[in-house]
């Protein structure tokens, strides 16, 4: 980074949700933000839950499919 821009602005983060300039370190400006952040990561994890489950469904369909073949095949 240029010296001017260090000088203007100083070392800082920007909020994960809203983006505002924070203290270097941070990574969230307000208890707002924080319950966002806290809610959407929630959701991330359920989400991922889904995908696994989804996944390992899938994964026990294709097996069955060729115990199936092989038992009647």
């Known amino acids: ?3 001017k821009f260090e000088e203007k602005w100083g070392p800082h983060s920007h909020c ?3 983006g505002i300039a924070i203290p ?4 969230l400006c307000s208890e707002i ?5 806290k809610e959407e ?3 991330y994890k359920k989400q991922q839950k889904f995908s ?7 994964g026990a369909v294709v097996v ?10």
């Open 24 to 27: 270097e370190g941070e990574k």
């Open 16 to 18: 994960v949700i809203c």
């Open 41 to 43: 990561e929630e959701k």
């Open 52 to 58: 696994y489950l989804f996944i390992g469904i899938m």
């Open 1 to 3: 980074m240029s010296k």
């Open 64 to 73: 069955i499919m060729f115990l199936l073949s092989y038992v009647y095949g």
């Open 33 to 37: 933000c924080k319950a966002k952040y």
